[in-house]
């Protein structure tokens, strides 16, 4: 089987693609440590970051990812209303296509946009978060901190707590770690839990102490604050007494379990702060991994031809 | 003088099944039976050799979107009412979620004027239950009846509130109007996209519970009986619907229900990889689901088969999932649709004429329809069941090409449709 053109989502991705892009990002990750923290790899290849959501960190992580690789990197911020007055999606690729990209990187408040864009396009279109579905460069680089800090990534123990109904993260998480045998375990309220949770392969628990029992890895989510005063979630205080992180429930876990969260956090609610600069804490491992993953996601997908990744 | 000869004959209101001709004048039909045409020679005969083929009574559509007045870009009378004949249908009643909304006794008018001068199918409209589909006050109800309304509906909207439904009911049953329900909790269905479910929670995309559904026909069945109105439920999508049906029906409430081509015959899996042509309201639903549609199509709970034809151009489905429009183009393939039923035995020849033909006339006691009688009207439909065609943009004729099956090679097909004896329909053999 040809590996996939895009990075969408997981699907068509087996075991052996994931390895050989966290096999690339070891190498990038100790490029990233040298004093010149660049490669030639991409030079003369086009990325266009087009980012329709907001999003500081992981535009910020891509844009030195590929900077980092020698290519031109061009971003394109959409607010959502410009959109409204006036381009269709459709046009918006259409006209960068033009532009002869090798790349584009995109970011999408609706899900499945990407696909949309993928469909349109002859290069290839990597997955940057698209609504509540795929954030696939997360898990990656979550796996690849996991692979680095418990020493393996095959039959893992992992609880994944909060929005997981509207969480992009949770569900490229479940995917990935599915393909190297874990069992993954959510939790959280059940108006934040979608009502087929059992279709994203996981299992769910009903309490935060049931799902830590004895894992290797716990994934805190942020909690959204537009989640708040509605239906879903009474307040705060209640969230995070009934499924926050503390060092107290994080002692059900297995002895040097991981904590992970794909950031920005909030402090005292879904984590403590103990546990959040604790030594289980990965989180900053988490941001350091995120440019060596993606610059491995950017070869794979525009390095062709290119042999060594880290010194070519 | 013309007629149809040798074809396999079908009149639901007699169990007509047989090999007969059909010889129709002055658009009635005046002999139906084996060797009725024999001897009838001369320069005023006009044959049609339709062996092989079935002759049925004209379909009767109790749900399309015409898109006129407001949309015509997406369709208009002309040609929706064009792809009504090329899909057998003869009589049609649009939902009045125009622009403006046909709430008032002068757009009524204006449809079906302007209907009746194109000479295609029959167009006998929905007035709106209330003005401006805002669900609070009465359209005028009577005035709709007296302009050709044949009944009631905010079809796109839900009547949500209980007193407006339980008034709309007892003000429309004082004109005998048939009052069509899109039950839909939108509380329920807030930003939904598709069928909550499996399908949603993998793709990320926000659910429509089939209990939105359910709460809706539960509660206004409990009105219907109170106030002893004449309900229909529109697409229904649910098997918990199904099972209420089938209870108020055992009961001997006067209510029914319809079910579309597209609710037959896919479920949310369809929507797997974003195609918008999949996006439709109420959503396609569970094989469960489809399955329970199935059946009480098959036993009769669900009365009739209704397109929901929903012309939408690309500017409203060529976009990402989320910003596309609901519906399915649906006249033109609701045949080769229902024909896979047929051929997989969940549906019996009969069972598919009659649920397109003298059920859902049934629902219009004062409409002339849904039938094939010596005297009667000569709307009819001549199906070819094994024609083999692919569903592409210039093979239809509505303006729009939104459905799943879009590209897709079907089986069977409309040969002849014929309104008041007049050929207004024939694909080229």
Same mark, same amino acid.
């Given at each position: ?20 892009? /966290?096999? &690339? ?5 100790? @490029?990233?440590?040298?004093? !010149?923290? =660049?490669?030639? #790899? *991409? ?25 980092? /690789?020698? &290519? ?5 911020? @959409?607010?959502?209303?410009? !959109?409204? =007055?006036?381009? #269709? *999606? ?27 864009? &993928? ?5 290839? @279109? ?38 997981? &109904? ?147 | ?429």
């Amino acid at each position: 089987m040809t590996s996939p053109r895009h990075l969408l989502d997981f699907e068509g991705y087996g075991r052996d693609d994931v390895l050989s892009i /966290l096999d &690339a990002a070891e190498a990038f990750f100790e @490029v990233s440590r040298r004093p !010149v923290r =660049k490669v030639p #790899t *991409l030079r003369g290849k086009t990325i266009i970051n087009l980012f329709y959501e907001n999003s500081t960190r992981t535009r910020t992580s891509f844009e030195l990812a590929g900077k980092r /690789l020698s &290519a031109d990197v061009v971003n394109m911020s @959409v607010a959502a209303s410009s !959109v409204k =007055k006036g381009e #269709t *999606l459709s046009d918006t690729v259409r006209t960068l296509e033009a532009m002869q990209p090798d790349v584009i990187v995109m970011r999408h408040g609706a899900s499945g946009a990407p696909h949309f864009v &993928a469909k349109r396009v002859r290069c290839a @279109v990597v997955n940057a978060g698209d609504g509540t579905h795929a954030h696939p460069t997360q898990a990656l680089l979550d796996a690849f901190t996991i692979r680095r800090r418990v020493g393996r990534l095959d039959n893992l123990i992992v609880a994944i707590c909060g929005d997981i &109904a509207h969480s992009r993260v949770a569900r490229s998480a479940a995917e990935l770690l599915a393909l190297f045998g874990a069992e993954v375990r959510v939790t959280g309220p059940r108006t934040l839990l979608p009502r087929d949770a059992a279709a994203l392969g996981v299992r769910v628990m009903p309490t935060l102490e049931s799902a830590l029992e004895g894992v290797d890895v716990v994934m805190m989510l942020r909690i959204q604050q537009e989640r708040l005063g509605g239906t879903r979630l009474p307040s705060l205080r209640e969230y995070s007494r009934t499924f926050g992180l503390n060092r107290e429930l994080l002692g059900l876990a297995k002895p040097g379990a991981l904590v992970m969260h794909p950031g920005p956090m909030n402090r005292g609610v879904e984590i403590s702060p103990e546990v959040a600069d604790g030594p289980s804490s990965a989180v900053l491992d988490q941001v350091e991994a995120g440019v060596a993953v993606r610059m491995a996601v950017l070869y794979r997908m525009a390095g062709e031809g290119a042999s060594n990744p880290a010194e070519a | 003088m013309l007629v149809l000869h040798g074809g396999r004959v079908f009149d639901p209101r007699t169990g007509l099944d047989e090999i007969a001709d059909v010889v129709i004048e002055a658009g009635r039909i005046t002999r139906i039976g084996r060797g009725a045409a024999d001897g009838l020679e001369g320069e005023q005969v006009e044959r049609r050799d339709v062996s092989g083929k079935w002759v049925a009574p004209g379909f009767v559509d109790l749900h399309v979107h015409l898109r006129e007045p407001g949309q015509e870009y997406k369709e208009d009378l002309a040609s929706g009412l064009r792809a009504a004949v090329a899909g057998g249908f003869t009589t049609v009643c649009p939902m009045p979620n125009t622009r403006p909304v046909n709430d008032t006794r002068a757009i009524t008018e204006s449809m079906v004027a302007k209907a009746k001068s194109l000479g295609l199918a029959r167009l006998l409209p929905f007035g709106a239950i209330t003005r401006g589909l805002k669900g609070a006050e009465l359209a005028e109800m009577a005035d709709l009846r007296d302009a050709g309304a044949i009944g009631v509906s905010d079809d796109g909207r839900c009547v949500m509130n209980a007193a407006v439904m339980r008034r709309a009911l007892e003000y429309a049953r004082t004109f005998d109007l048939l009052v069509t329900q899109h039950c839909e909790d939108h509380h329920l269905t807030e930003g939904a996209q598709m069928h909550e479910g499996v399908v949603s929670a993998r793709l990320g995309l926000r659910g429509w519970p089939r209990e939105a559904e359910d709460v809706i026909v539960a509660r206004d069945l409990l009105l219907a009986e109170a106030t002893g109105a004449r309900y229909h439920v529109a697409h229904i999508s649910s098997m918990g619907a199904v099972r209420l049906i089938r209870e108020a029906k055992s009961r001997g409430l006067r209510v029914s229900a319809e079910v579309t081509p597209h609710h037959l015959l896919y479920t949310e899996d369809a929507v797997l990889g974003y195609d918008t042509h999949c996006k439709v309201n109420p959503p396609l639903r569970t094989e469960e689901d489809r399955e329970a549609l199935r059946q009480a199509l098959a036993d009769g709970t669900i009365d009739c088969v209704a397109t929901d034809h929903a012309p939408h151009s690309s500017l409203e489905k060529d976009c990402e999932f989320a910003a596309a429009s609901v519906g399915i183009n649906g006249l033109e393939t609701a045949v080769p649709g229902l024909l896979e039923l047929v051929r997989g035995g969940s549906l019996s020849p009969a069972r598919l004429i009659e649920s397109l033909t003298s059920s859902p006339s049934a629902l219009l006691p004062d409409v002339e329809a849904g039938g094939l009688a010596v005297g009667g009207r000569a709307d009819v439909a001549v199906i070819d069941p094994d024609l083999r065609w692919t569903v592409e943009p210039e093979a239809l004729h509505s303006r729009c090409d939104n459905t799943p099956m879009l590209h897709h090679e079907v089986t069977g097909a409309i040969a002849l449709t014929l309104v008041e004896g007049r050929v207004v329909h024939e694909r080229p053999a």
